[in-house]
């Protein structure tokens, strides 16, 4: 059940929003002024504080401030009941999630509110989201780092581990020309990551060449593809970030060669 505080000095304006949002089962709490909202705020977690401007003690915008610095998780709806173009932009420009005009009707009020708690769901699932994929990468280099002996004894190890990777991961024989020199690479498994980041199926990727399937990440200047050269003729690993056009992202591409003529390529999308 989310958590709502109303913020009035006026008892029938906490009564009737109080009952608004109760009547859509959200759990109210009410305060006549800041000082009081503080120590509900102390006391428990907040999704949303609805508090009007014109405040005994402290003014609204001043308890804005003051969540904003212990919990700038919470959003805030300032309203008022001398409403001006100037007063909104400023209640806004202050970090205010919206702004209301006296009387507020329950349609409004519940709008604003969803809206709010939308957006702060959308944040937490956000940022959720990056602390698992920052682990996930500390993972993986701590694990790319532990095995990499061993792995590179073993291309059965490379593609059981990949399976169940949630990074794309593509397998290949390196390419050489006449004289020996590195020039492509093809493919020889890829996991089911790569696939949906790259709208591929398996089979139609298995003998392609590399730079059929993103030849904008060959066409790069010459000092990367020397670096590539490098890695595939005395092995090692490299890590680049380059925009693929064919998916439209950019990601962060960590190359490993295997062994003679097999190379690696992990891709992590940095956009998440």
Not at 93 to 115: C, H, Q, T, W
Not at 178 to 190: A, I, L, N, S, T
């Amino acid at each position: 059940m989310k958590r709502i505080l109303v913020v009035d000095d006026e008892h029938g304006m906490r009564l009737t929003l109080g009952e608004f949002l109760r009547n859509e089962k959200y759990d109210v709490h009410t305060a006549e002024d800041s000082e009081e909202a503080m120590q509900f705020l102390k006391n428990y977690q907040f999704d949303v504080v609805i508090s009007d401007i014109l405040l005994p003690k402290a003014s609204g915008v001043d308890l804005l401030r003051k969540i904003q610095e212990i919990t700038p998780e919470v959003k805030v709806i300032l309203m008022t009941g001398q409403p001006t173009v100037e007063t909104a932009v400023q209640a806004v420009r202050k970090g205010a999630f919206d702004y209301l005009s006296k009387p507020i009707s329950r349609e409004m009020l519940l709008r604003v509110v969803s809206n709010a708690i939308r957006m702060k769901i959308l944040e937490e699932e956000q940022i959720r989201l990056k602390k698992e994929n920052s682990s996930y990468r500390k993972e993986l280099e701590r694990m790319v780092n532990d095995r990499t002996q061993a792995l590179l004894q073993s291309e059965e190890n490379y593609i059981s581990l990949s399976r169940e990777m949630p990074l794309g991961f593509a397998y290949h024989k390196i390419i050489a020309d006449k004289k020996g020199y590195p020039v492509d690479c093809k493919f020889v498994e890829v996991n089911p990551a790569f696939e949906r980041m790259f709208n591929k199926n398996r089979n139609e990727l298995l003998n392609q060449s590399a730079r059929e399937t993103y030849p904008d990440y060959f066409a790069l200047n010459g000092e990367w593809l020397e670096k590539f050269h490098l890695l595939s003729e005395k092995g090692g690993s490299l890590i680049e970030n380059s925009y693929i056009k064919s998916v439209e992202r950019e990601l962060r591409i960590t190359l490993y060669r295997t062994r003679s003529l097999h190379l690696v390529a992990i891709f992590d999308d940095i956009n998440l």
